[in-house]
């Protein structure tokens, strides 16, 4: 059997393409003792990676020129020499852009079909639920009557935020990019309020009548003058909320935006970035909740997934021009 890889060729300067990615072939290997051999099923395009295609030091290990791109895939074993794993299993790890891929077993968990459908292990049930869970409720810890503001609103992270924000009673008002992605929120997710920044013109004015009692909590995924907005309305004692910054990502130089120390000191406001790892010794007790809510209706989901692992970096570029709501993945085998 053949498989297909996708290597980084190139570090992009401001937006990537297609240049900077190689498609690969090679045969697929044969595992030895302790190892299993996974074929994707699921591949999850994200917007950090933007980060690691960059040589600049960051949370993560930058991507090396001419090795495979590398991401969480939901898999199915097809042979096991692990006992841990049998053939037939479904797992999720942190794998290479490939069709197959050969693991050790310490970088995959198995994951359990009937809890819910697999593609959810690189969604709600996976990184980006377990995000919007400890962001929100670690460092934003809403309190009932309170506003939360969600930037990036529709997104992976952003919609999960808004929905766990309502079952903690708060005004929930979210931020997205179009007039679809803003009824989503709304007419299916039940925010109090969304927000279209492309066409809202007078973005602090429309966040003010959203928030006639301020902004108590922001968890931003977007960060530049969307921030600079909200940043103007936050009330005494706020917590801000620093999970993304994906408006900044493709920039060849930072944008020199205003300075908020001053608002932080007269508000005794609190602003916090964090990355999903720090609180990994709580992904059980986070995961079984995030079930449970799903299981009870309390958390809806929404996946845009795009066909064929030819699509891949498609489908990742997509993110930067916001082509979808709720979680990009790619399609690449059949459950």
């Not at 992009?12 to 090679?26: A, I, L, R």
């Not at 309305?233 to 935006?257: T, V």
Request: net charge negative; with cysteine.
């Amino acid at each position: 059997m053949l498989n297909r890889k996708i290597l980084l060729k190139s570090r992009p300067v401001g937006m990537p393409d297609e240049s900077n990615f190689e498609w690969v072939e090679s045969s697929v290997p044969e595992i030895t003792d302790g190892e299993v051999l996974i074929q994707s099923i699921y591949i999850s395009v994200d917007p950090y990676m933007r980060g690691r295609m960059s040589a600049a030091k960051s949370y993560a290990k930058p991507y090396e020129v001419g090795e495979p791109f590398m991401g969480g895939i939901v898999g199915k074993v097809l042979d096991s020499r692990n006992p841990r794993f049998e053939a037939g299993m479904y797992v999720e790890g942190r794998l290479d852009w490939a069709e197959y891929n050969v693991s050790d077993g310490s970088d995959i968990r198995k994951i359990h079909p009937g809890r819910a459908p697999i593609s959810t292990a690189l969604h709600v049930l996976g990184m980006p639920g377990l995000t919007a869970y400890f962001g929100l409720l670690h460092i934003g810890q809403p309190k009932e009557g309170e506003t939360v503001v969600v930037s990036g609103a529709s997104g992976a992270v952003g919609m999960i935020v808004g929905q766990i924000a309502k079952l903690k009673g708060c005004r929930v008002v979210g931020i997205a990019g179009s007039d679809e992605k803003c009824a989503y929120i709304t007419d299916e997710l039940e925010f109090d309020a969304a927000i279209n920044y492309k066409t809202a013109g007078n973005l602090r004015g429309a966040l003010k009548e959203a928030c006639p009692n301020g902004v108590d909590v922001y968890f931003d995924n977007v960060g530049g003058s969307v921030t600079d907005a909200v940043m103007t309305l936050i009330n005494f004692q706020a917590r801000i909320i620093i999970c993304g910054q994906i408006s900044q990502y493709n920039l060849e130089r930072p944008e020199m935006g205003p300075r908020v120390m001053g608002q932080l000191l007269t508000t005794s406001s609190m602003m916090k970035g964090f990355i999903v790892s720090d609180y990994a010794e709580h992904n059980k007790e986070a995961l079984t909740q995030l079930a449970q809510w799903v299981q009870d209706g309390k958390i809806k989901y929404r996946e845009n997934i795009v066909e064929g692992f030819e699509n891949t970096v498609d489908a990742f570029l997509g993110l930067f021009r916001g082509d979808n709501i709720g979680k990009q993945l790619v399609k690449v085998g059949e459950e």
